[in-house]
């Protein structure tokens, strides 16, 4: 083997090394964020609660819509 070209396979080795590394690393971060959905579903269910009733909804205003009937 030509020794060119065995540098640039090991070269290529260790960059697919360190992709998988990282990949590894993403992987276990999203798994820490995951670890308790249910609490992020009740933080969201009682932010939904504490919110005023009577607060207005942010549509907007039809006036001159042409196709309003």
């Given at each position: 083997m030509n020794a060119l070209a065995s540098y640039l396979v090991a070269d290529h080795i260790d960059t697919l090394l360190a992709e998988s590394a990282a990949n590894r690393q993403a992987k276990l971060a999203r798994r820490a964020?995951?670890?308790n959905p249910l609490a992020s579903?009740?933080?969201t269910v009682r932010s939904?609660?504490?919110a005023p009733a009577d607060k207005s909804l942010a549509l907007p205003?039809?006036?001159?819509?042409?196709?309003?009937g």
């Open positions: 964020d995951r670890v579903v009740i933080k939904l609660f504490a205003t039809l006036a001159d819509y042409p196709y309003r």
